[in-house]
């Protein structure tokens, strides 16, 4: 009989994605309400160390998939290591990230299971027992709730949904698994991975974004934005309209056709708020929107306004958080 | 080369979105329906490739006679011909019912290449793609934004938090297509005259090989209790016609005092 939580711990060289703490912290109340265990599942190559320190963060036990096919990320190597360790472990409920990963991984271990799942989910309860999940749909405009038939009921949970596990003492068991796939059966291998600029704070997990749009008139304009983002310890983000006008680069866009982001703190500058780019942002914690135009639909969605020219703006601001965090 | 695009008909984006009175599902009078967005560099991407390597282009797609319209949108842009997929037994299939016809089609259809856009912009789940390389047995690369055809396999990018991973993938494959990786055409007037006689097959239950029980809602492994409003949202705070250190400074101070966010 299925029982407790498994959940996907993300990892890229060796370190693991923020949204895997996240997983464990959801995974963790989950499993309390419908009673069982909270396991993990560690795919890659020398992981076994890195895979017992999810003992600290609340894992009893973590299934490790670890040989060379996996060094790099690939669907359907990943696909059949991930979906052994669930048979194996038989939890009720499998829960993923909706990072580039999980994205990629979580339908295709679905389908080998064939099972349904829930993507891309931003609330997850329990009722009567069983899974009843939440996710946004129509490019945010409203949201569906949902239930799984079969077992185990799989979601991908969107990042910074739910706060990372705290750190405490504890240990894993750690559990082999066989992948059940050899390296010439992966027909679509990463030959490698070209890296943007390193120590930028990835979007989809930042707890801060500062954002712009049309309004900052051009590449160069930008940088204080930068500078901003530097003070409150930001990522940066743009709209569709600035990248479209070259002002920010493709991996910068946050809306329908770049990426969505969940942050506590969301400013956008310059920024329309059409409905491409708020279908990337809406579940952003707290909006705050400095436009020019107080028809701007962006004030609608604002928690916070101010109707501006944001050149003016900006170095205000960034004077005023300077002050307020020194103190 | 033969290349095949699965395409979706999902509403335009700016609609306005209404929740039926039983919660069940949306008002679908009045709205405007497009191909989604993602589906047309998947289109664009097929109609390249033929144009480069030569060979064939199908559209297919899944929905009652008013999806055909998107699909003639598909043949206008330039693609070969259609199939389109439709029985009362495919009402309310999910994302793996949905797949399982689809794959009946793809595998009487004998392609090279699978194109799907990134994700439908109705429901944004993005499985339908893995559900087919799954069930066919085929390689699957999601989100790609670059992409070139060699002898028998393919070198596509994608985008990752923080950069892109290179993929190399023998062919068949099924493959996702993300921003970037092309700018659509738009169909030309000879190109909608053309796609009005483009052949455009009937694909019915009998046709899958399936049972009624595989596909539609009895085939469904996700069901939906209730659709939701968007939780009502205070009205925000917002200052104008003040000088702007004022504004500046109240905002900062209610990030911090009110939003205990800074």
Known sequence: MASGVMIFAEQREGKFRKVAYELLNIGRQLAD??????????????????????????????????????????????????????????????????????????????????????????????VDGKLQITRPVYSGKCYIKVELVGTPQIASVRPNTYPVAEEKEGGAEIVEVDPGISADEIKAKVVRVEKAAEGKIELTEAERIVSGGRGMKSKENFKILFDLADVIGAAVGASRAAVDSGYASQDMQVGQTGKVVNPNLYMAFGISGAIQHLAGMRTSKVIVAVNKDPEAPIFQKADYGIVDDLFKVVPIMIEEFKKLLQE | MKVLVCMKQTPDTEATIKITADKKGIEEQNIKWIMSPYDEFAVEQAIQIKEKLGGETVVVTMGTDRVIESMRTALAMGIDRGVHCWDDAFAGSDALATAKILASVIKAENPDLVLCGRQAIDFDQAQVPAYLAELLGWPQVYAVCKLEIQEGKAICNRRIEGGEEVIETSLPCVMTCDKGLNEPRYASLPGIMKAKKKEVKKWTLAETGLSADEVGEAGSKVKIIEYLPLPERPPGKIFKEMETEDMVKEVVKLLREEAKII
């Open chain 1, 33 to 126: 309400q419908l009673g069982g265990p909270l396991s993990a599942v560690v795919v890659g190559k020398g992981v076994k160390d890195l895979a017992s320190s999810l003992g600290k963060y609340g894992a009893e036990k973590v299934y490790v998939i670890d040989g060379d096919p996996f060094e790099l990320y690939s669907s359907q190597g990943y696909a059949s290591a991930v979906a052994n360790a669930i048979k194996q472990a038989d939890p009720a409920v499998f829960l993923t990230g909706a990072s580039a990963m999980g994205k990629d991984l979580t339908p295709r271990v679905s389908a080998k299971l064939g099972v349904g799942m829930a993507s891309d989910c931003t609330a997850l309860e329990v």
